[in-house]
Nanobody, 129 residues
Framework: QVQLVESGGGLVQPGGSLRLSCTAS????????VGWFRQAPGKEREGVSC????????YYLDSVKGRFTISRDNGNNTVYLHTSSLKAEDTAVYYC??????????????????????RGQGTQVTVSS
């Protein structure tokens, strides 16, 4: 059974940075697309980023381009979401999810997360002064 565990969230001031981690068991993440999505209180879930398993192509929500970077550490079976220049509107619970090979299309669609097979329990990111 695939298990995904997110970590690295916390409280950070505006302009700060966090590195979120998604570690998997029972699968080799390097063969899988790994996506990150988030949900803020009272808002719909939204896709943030995704990295293909096949070719490592990366995808980002427009509002995080230039601030967030997704990367892999295959040796540790982990995918990271490096966040920087954080804003109050980035406050949310961040989840990672996997599906074999390629990221699903439509990252900005509110139902994008449903195209993944496994999801973690999330890590809270709070951006506040």
């Amino acid at each position: 059974q695939v298990q995904l565990v997110e970590s690295g969230g916390g409280l950070v001031q505006p302009g700060g940075s966090l590195r979120l981690s998604c570690t998997a068991s029972a699968i080799a993440l390097e063969k899988y697309a790994v996506g990150w999505f988030r949900q803020a209180p009272g808002k719909e879930r939204e896709g943030v980023s995704c990295i293909n398993g096949r070719d490592g192509k990366e995808y980002y929500l427009d509002s995080v381009k230039g601030r967030f970077t997704i990367s892999r550490d295959n040796g540790n079976n982990t995918v990271y979401l490096h966040t920087s220049s954080l804003k109050a509107e980035d406050t949310a619970v961040y989840y990672c999810a996997t599906r074999f090979d390629l990221c699903p299309l439509g990252l900005s669609n509110q139902y994008w997360y449903l195209y993944f097979d496994s999801r973690g329990q999330g890590t809270q990111v709070t951006v506040s002064s």
